[in-house]
């Protein structure tokens, strides 16, 4: 009997607790991979550290793969592959990555969490209606952002400033397309590899621009902060927190799973002001917590929609 009892509570912690902690621990790391990024673009070019970053990520997922002689992918299963490589890999974590060289980590961290507004904008030119929680939502969100800027306006007239602000609105854009790529293409191929070839793929991309355009630094430049903050992304950013992402979508409702979008800018906006000594005054707090309210509304919306 006791045997029985103690299977069963076992089995409970399986199924609820091991997503639930794999929640937590995408929510909180993925917050500090921005600081690692900011700390590591201080250094070196950013596109640089992204492709650093990406090969060697992808090395391991796909080398754990080759061992383990996993099958590969075959036909359309590549062409998707390709798609969110680009989308998601090159396109929206590499202008991330630039665009928080030129601003606060906390603020790259909001910005990038304004993605579900996109799903409804995009969504709308596709024919769909936008719901009044979700137009309430957007209103919300952008009133946020404003309170937020009324503590950059002496920056905004920086075209630095600006320039990061474009890089990440662009790579918030691009990584909803990644989305809806995803969504609309889903396979039964491994996501695990998936994503590792996603990452590999992308860093072949990513050196030949960054070759090309003559921005890469030898590697014996680049100094020790920079090599120290490519080893933490790759292995709590890429490898640890992607898979403990990837596990709680797969196992846990939509509404729980994406909670991390709320908590991630709250991660880097704290430990920002503690580590950097980043602006983290009352009328940043106040606008994120706007701001994600906002987001909430939209995400929530969505979710309705799909029911």
């Known amino acids: ?3 029985r009892i103690h299977s069963a509570a076992s089995g409970k912690i399986d199924a609820i607790g091991l997503p639930i902690l794999a929640l937590f621990w995408v929510s909180f790391f993925w917050g500090t991979t921005w600081l690692a990024s900011k700390e590591g673009v201080r250094y070196m070019p950013a596109l640089q550290l992204v492709t650093i970053r990406q090969f060697l990520g992808g090395i391991l997922y796909v080398g754990y793969f080759f061992i383990k002689k996993e099958p590969w992918p075959k036909g359309k299963q590549w062409r998707t592959i390709l798609v969110l490589a680009f989308l998601n890999f090159v396109l929206s974590n590499g202008l991330s990555t630039w665009g928080v060289k030129y601003m606060s980590s906390g603020l790259g961290a909001i910005i990038t969490a304004l993605f579900p507004i996109w799903i409804i904008i995009i969504n709308f030119f596709n024919g769909h209606k936008i719901a009044r929680m979700a137009l309430l939502g ?20 920086k075209p630095e400033f600006q320039f990061g602000i474009i890089l990440m609105v ?11 790529q995803t969504k609309k293409k889903a396979l039964s191929f491994n996501p695990y590899f998936s994503l590792g070839l996603q990452m ?8 030949g621009i960054t070759e090309a355009s003559g921005i890469n630094i030898p590697l014996s430049e680049i100094p020790m902060p920079s090599w120290w903050a490519i080893a933490y992304l790759v292995i709590v950013g890429s490898v640890l927190t992607f898979i403990a992402f990837i596990y709680s979508l797969q196992n846990l409702p939509t509404e729980i799973s994406s909670i991390y979008v709320y908590i991630n800018p709250i991660v880097a906006m704290v430990l920002g002001a503690f580590i950097f000594g980043e602006t983290l005054t009352g009328a940043i707090a106040i606008g994120a917590v706007v701001t994600l309210t906002g987001v909430y509304m939209v995400n929530k919306s969505i979710r309705k929609i799909k029911k």
Not at 170 to 180: E, K, N, P
Not at 200 to 207: A, G, K
Request: charge should be negative; hydrophobic fraction near 60%; proline fraction near 0%.
């Open 170 to 180: 662009i790579s918030t854009f691009t990584w909803t397309f990644g989305l809806l």
């Open 138 to 157: 957007i209103l919300i969100s952008f009133g946020g952002i404003c309170i937020i800027f009324i503590d950059y306006i002496a920056d905004i007239l």
């Open 1 to 3: 009997m006791k045997t």
């Open 200 to 207: 590999l793929i992308s860093s072949v991309f990513l050196f």
